[in-house]
């Protein structure tokens, strides 16, 4: 979540908003997101509910529930999607960055 809070501003300057869902009950959920003075939305998911709405897996020898990345327009669709294998595989921003200019782009168009 350090990526996504250290270029926040750019996602932002692309009319898109950042959410980060975790499995943490609501009370440690929070104090985490202030400890770490996260700046865009975070959603406390204790009972898996967003997890298992967007098919979130769950590797208890892999440290847990895995990552997953969606890029989902304002009309709700599911533009993009990646699934990690492990606590490592996330894309990097930048990636999704040029994802977000390619789809406002194809809006543009």
């Known amino acids: 979540m350090a990526q996504l809070r250290r270029d926040y501003a750019e996602f932002v ?4 908003e950042v959410m980060a869902v975790g499995p943490e009950d609501h009370d440690s959920f929070r104090q985490w997101w202030e400890e770490h003075e996260m700046p865009f939305v975070g959603l406390a998911d204790p009972d898996h509910v967003a997890a ?12 847990g529930r895995m990552p997953a990345q969606f890029i989902i327009d304002k009309q709700g669709r599911v533009r993009y999607q990646h699934y ?26």
Do not use: V
């Open 52 to 63: 298992d709405l967007y098919g979130q897996e769950t590797h208890r020898l892999k440290g």
């Open 13 to 16: 300057e692309r009319d898109a």
């Open 84 to 109: 990690g294998n492990s606590m490592a595989d996330i894309p990097p921003n930048g990636e999704m960055l040029q994802l977000l200019d390619t789809l406002n782009d194809e809006k543009d168009n």
